[in-house]
């Protein structure tokens, strides 16, 4: 079966950086487009980043343009997610997410993906 498994997450400090990895199995993982999103305690799940299964072509949300990159390596079965000058707001935990549909550009929409990880914490202190 499909599994995806997060690994990375923890408690860092304000201006600090943190790298998520999500290793995929169970799937042609260069067929999929990966994303991240992430939820807040009693907060909506959100969109945070997503690359196309081709690569090449990435989508971010506002709150975190020009702080995190998304990347994938097809040959490991990894997306990775390098997220830098961490600010308190971005504590949540994050989920990687498999969409199939082979869309032109990465969809922003949770009920577009198909499979999902567990989640690993992020904690950012001010």
């Known amino acids: 079966q499909v599994q995806l498994v997060e690994s990375g997450g923890g408690l860092v400090q304000t201006g600090d950086s943190l790298r998520l990895s999500c290793v995929a199995s169970g799937l042609t993982f260069s067929t999929y487009t990966m994303g991240w999103f992430r939820q807040a305690p009693g907060k909506e799940r959100d969109f945070v980043a997503a690359i196309r299964w081709s690569g090449g072509i990435t989508s971010y949300a506002d709150s975190v343009k020009g702080r995190f990159t998304i990347s994938r390596d097809n040959a490991k079965n990894t997306v990775s997610l390098q997220m830098n000058s961490l600010k308190p707001e971005d504590t949540a935990v994050y989920y990687c997410?498999?969409?199939?549909?082979?869309?032109?550009?990465?969809?922003?929409?949770?009920?577009?993906?198909?499979?999902w990880g567990q989640g690993t914490q992020v904690t950012v202190s001010s």
């Open positions: 997410a498999a969409d199939q549909a082979r869309l032109s550009a990465p969809s922003r929409w949770l009920y577009e993906y198909d499979y």
